[in-house]
């Protein structure tokens, strides 16, 4: 059993509610468990305290690129308004930064949004073309109505799972091994 | 499921009511992912499908034949320098406000009706931008040079003058798009992997499992996915109040009496969302009956939309009666013969189709009998849409009649005009109705989160006392 749950991704239980996956979760955090994630259809409220998850980085992803933008994009108009193509409008200073204010707000606004979707995007490592997890069939629930957690072969702490049956004692309905979708699976 | 369960958590039964009938996950997912799987397409979507396909054909039409002979084809005159093109290109970025409100400033403020809407909404401003930025572009004459408003090197060596309205135009309208994309993409990549999930046929399959960018409901990704979503509504907010705001500087940076008033941000946005609502509740009411999604889309959702557009008709009409005050309080000849003229002039026809759809239809909505009328929200609905359409037609042709008299005329459409303004909406829906035969049009994620049994401890109280 223990060399086949090497080979393996993980293992994959089934739960009935928000309710029970958050209390399992709980347990799982207690227990110290690492490469271990929670499924479920939609965000669930208060699950990042109970996996006990910090706060994610997109925020201060984006923060950086916004501001980065926003200075970048500045930099630019005073070198374009002074020294590359200087005119005069209406008799004003090369640079009238107050005039520059709505695309500088423009140009700050997209750099953060596209920070936001390619930040969210890296950190969770996406996209991607295929995963372990969707090699069983049962996973597909997951994006309709299905609650799930899955721990990884690598945790250290995998071999409790399968000795001490815990992951049944938290109240899945259904427990499998997952393959890692490579040939020594079949 | 009864509502004695959770009694400790009335706010979220409360919330749920918008959602009739308490459905399960599944039924949810079924409601919504049906419709774009089904194998028949409805012979009612082929129909509007071919209508709105010819005419967003004949807009092109119009479109290759402008780019062929100028400018010339269109009613334009001088002083009336600015015709249909601008008008619509006001009317189609103010449709899209409506949407951004919906699917960002709801979502900050944590109005959970919005869930059943909000993708609808979003998908209407992506298409209404869309319709709003081919105006500019093909109004330019010289199509080829539209380049100009980006920049972009090149070997004149010369740079956009940032200080012109019709610059921030370019960049307002151009990240607006590009925000309202990205926005509309991060909340359907749970969907579609739900599609994925669901998918039989092999292309389908390949498809929604691109898109859905290998999406997995892991704990570990919403983490991030939540934040960043709720980052996008973040900054999608400031957008709904200033993208038409910088488009009203087009008008008001300039000294056309009429135009040149520091009402103009405020009430242009106002405006907008008036309009923008009028637009997703035509769309939804069609919707949601054809597609039988009336325990979603529901009353109280319908009646709160009616509500807004109660609040921002009413802002409006505001704005009218004081744009009138302000123009005598001025002393301003110009000024004062302009409003007088809108409302007597040879445009007094437009000026009172926009009073009476404006002004008067949303005040219906002060009766709960009337804003939970279906029929009379559909009318409405469309109404005002017509006289938001009007409205912007009025104030573009002040340009009839400025300051010297010699120099007045009068403006009137050639039918190439009318042939785009109808084939903007023939390209508005040719892409809707794309959209709803291919994409889930209610966010599942979004609905599932806010039914009474999502919340850990719904579940909690009833198994455990």
């Known amino acids: 059993?223990?060399?086949?749950?090497?080979?393996?991704?993980?293992?994959?239980?089934?739960?009935?509610?928000?309710?029970?996956?958050?209390?399992?979760?709980?347990?799982?955090?207690?227990?110290?468990?690492?490469?271990?994630?929670?499924?479920?259809?939609?965000?669930?409220?208060?699950?990042?305290?109970?996996?006990?998850?910090?706060?994610?980085?997109?925020?201060?992803?984006?923060?950086?690129?916004?501001t980065t933008g926003l200075l970048v994009f500045l930099a630019f108009l005073y070198w374009i308004n002074v020294y590359d193509y200087p005119m005069v409008i209406s008799g004003k200073p090369h640079f009238s930064y107050q005039a520059f204010v709505p695309p500088l707000f423009a140009i700050t606004i997209l750099s953060s949004a596209l920070a936001a979707l390619f930040g969210m995007l890296a950190l969770n490592r996406l996209p991607r073309l295929h995963h372990p997890l969707f090699s069983s069939p049962q996973f597909e629930?997951?994006?309709?109505?299905?609650?799930?957690?899955?721990?990884?072969?690598?945790?250290?702490?995998?071999?409790?799972?399968?000795?001490?049956?815990?992951?049944?004692?938290?109240?899945?309905?259904?427990?499998?091994?997952?393959?890692?979708?490579?040939?020594?699976e079949r | 499921m009864s509502t004695k369960d959770a009694k400790g958590n009335a706010l979220v039964i409360d919330e749920d009511r918008f959602i009739v009938g308490n459905p399960t996950y599944e039924e949810i997912t079924e409601a919504v992912s049906r419709i774009p799987e089904q194998r028949a397409t409805p012979k009612a979507w082929w129909v509007l499908f071919l209508v709105s396909a010819a005419l967003a054909g004949m807009f092109f039409a119009h479109v290759?034949?402008?780019?062929?002979?100028?400018?010339?084809?269109?009613?334009?005159?001088?002083?009336?320098?600015?015709?249909?093109?601008?008008?619509?290109?006001?009317?189609?970025?103010?449709?899209?406000?409506?949407?951004?409100?919906?699917?960002?400033?709801?979502?900050?403020?944590?109005?959970?009706?919005?869930?059943s809407i909000n993708r609808f909404a979003e998908a209407m401003t992506i298409f209404a931008v869309i319709c709003a930025l081919m105006f500019p572009t093909i109004h330019v004459g010289r199509v080829w040079f539209i380049y100009w408003t980006m920049p972009i090197p090149n070997q004149m060596g010369m740079w956009p003058n940032f200080r012109s309205g019709l610059v921030w135009d370019a960049f307002a309208v151009g990240t607006y798009f590009l925000c309202s994309l990205m926005f509309w993409y991060v909340g359907l990549v749970p969907d579609l992997a739900t599609l994925r999930d669901r998918a039989k046929g092999k292309i389908r399959k390949i498809l929604y499992g691109v898109f859905s960018l290998g999406w997995r409901g892991g704990n570990r990704q919403w983490r991030h996915y939540e934040l960043a979503y709720l980052v996008l509504a973040g900054v999608s907010t400031p957008l709904v109040l200033s993208v038409h705001s910088i488009v009203s500087t087009d008008f008001?940076?300039?000294?056309?009496?009429?135009?040149?008033?520091?009402?103009?941000?405020?009430?242009?946005?106002?405006?907008?969302?008036?309009?923008?609502?009028?637009?997703?509740?035509?769309l939804s009411l069609i919707a949601r009956r054809v597609y039988?999604?009336?325990?979603?889309?529901?009353?109280?959702?319908?009646?709160?939309?009616?509500?807004?557009?109660?609040?921002?008709?009413?802002?409006?009409?505001?704005?009218?009666?004081?744009?009138?005050?302000?123009?005598?309080?001025?002393?301003?000849?110009?000024?004062?013969?302009?409003?007088?003229?809108?409302?007597?002039?040879?445009y007094a026809w437009a000026y009172w189709i926009m009073v009476t759809c404006n002004v008067i239809t949303p005040q219906l909505f002060w009766f709960k009998r009337l804003r939970t009328a279906i029929p009379v929200m559909f009318v409405a609905s469309i109404l005002i849409n017509i006289?938001?359409?009007?409205?912007?037609?009025?104030?573009?042709?002040?340009?009839?009649?400025?300051?010297?008299?010699?120099?007045w005329d009068y403006y009137s459409p050639t039918w190439h005009d009318v042939g785009l303004l109808i084939g903007s909406f023939g390209l508005f829906f040719t892409l809707f109705l794309l959209f709803l035969r291919f994409l889930p049009m209610v966010a599942m994620a979004e609905v599932k989160a806010v039914l009474p049994q999502a919340d850990p401890h719904y579940h909690g109280e009833r198994s455990h006392g």
């Open chain 1, 1 to 66: 059993m223990a060399e086949r749950a090497r080979k393996a991704y993980g293992v994959l239980a089934e739960f009935r509610s928000t309710g029970d996956l958050l209390r399992a979760a709980e347990k799982l955090r207690d227990a110290g468990f690492r490469r271990w994630d929670v499924h479920s259809p939609f965000p669930i409220h208060g699950m990042d305290r109970a996996m006990g998850l910090g706060r994610s980085p997109v925020g201060f992803i984006v923060g950086l690129c916004g």
């Open chain 2, 64 to 115: 290759g034949y402008l780019f062929w002979k100028g400018t010339g084809i269109w009613g334009l005159n001088i002083p009336v320098g600015w015709g249909f093109a601008i008008v619509n290109f006001v009317f189609w970025v103010g449709i899209g406000h409506a949407g951004t409100l919906i699917s960002a400033i709801l979502f900050l403020l944590r109005q959970r009706w919005r869930t």
């Open chain 2, 252 to 282: 008001a940076t300039s000294l056309v009496p009429g135009w040149h008033t520091t009402i103009f941000p405020p009430y242009f946005v106002a405006g907008a969302i008036f309009s923008g609502f009028a637009m997703v509740m035509t």
């Open chain 1, 141 to 184: 629930k997951v994006t309709g109505g299905g609650f799930f957690i899955s721990v990884e072969a690598d945790d250290p702490k995998f071999a409790e799972i399968e000795r001490t049956g815990l992951l049944e004692a938290l109240g899945a309905t259904a427990v499998e091994v997952v393959g890692d979708g490579g040939e020594d």
């Open chain 2, 292 to 346: 039988g999604l009336e325990h979603i889309i529901s009353l109280k959702v319908l009646e709160r939309m009616n509500i807004i557009m109660l609040v921002t008709g009413s802002m409006v009409g505001y704005a009218y009666g004081m744009e009138f005050f302000i123009a005598w309080y001025s002393g301003n000849i110009y000024e004062k013969f302009t409003f007088v003229n809108r409302a007597f002039g040879p």
């Open chain 2, 387 to 407: 006289g938001m359409w009007f409205e912007r037609f009025v104030i573009v042709m002040s340009l009839s009649r400025d300051f010297l008299p010699s120099s």
